[in-house]
Nanobody
Framework: QVQLVESGGGLVQAGGSLRLSCAAS????????MGWYRQAPGKQRELVAA???????NYADSVKGRFTISRDNAKNTVYLQMNSLKPEDTAVYYC????????????????WGQGTLVTVSS
């Protein structure tokens, strides 16, 4: 089994910065895309940023220019650097990973972290 463990959430004032980390552990063969999603109270979960194993990235329009996603493939870890935070960024942030293992059934698996709360005060 594979687990994703997030860290780095917390309370920050508007305009501040936070860095989220998500480390994958367990029986890992290969990790394809990794990403960060968020869910604010009363809203649906939405994609914040994603990164492929080759380093290609995409971002939600609302975070472009403020957030940066990166990954360390050797450590099976993905990061989200969040700058110029706004109160509307307040949400639970979830890490996501698409895994492949030809020896498993099914060979492809999507895994989620438990979530980390980010609160931005005005």
């Amino acid at each position: 089994q594979v687990q994703l463990v997030e860290s780095g959430g917390g309370l920050v004032q508007a305009g501040g910065s936070l860095r989220l980390s998500c480390a994958a552990s367990g029986s890992i063969f290969s990790i394809n895309a990794m990403g960060w999603y968020r869910q604010a109270p009363g809203k649906q979960r939405e994609l914040v940023a994603a990164i492929t194993s080759g380093g290609s990235t995409n971002y939600a329009d609302s975070v472009k220019g403020r957030f940066t996603i990166s990954r360390d493939n050797a450590k099976n870890t993905v990061y989200l650097q969040m700058n110029s935070l706004k109160p509307e960024d307040t949400a639970v942030y979830y890490c996501n990973a698409d895994l492949s293992n030809p020896n498993s059934d099914p060979p492809d698996l999507e895994v989620w972290g438990q979530g980390t709360l980010v609160t931005v005060s005005s």
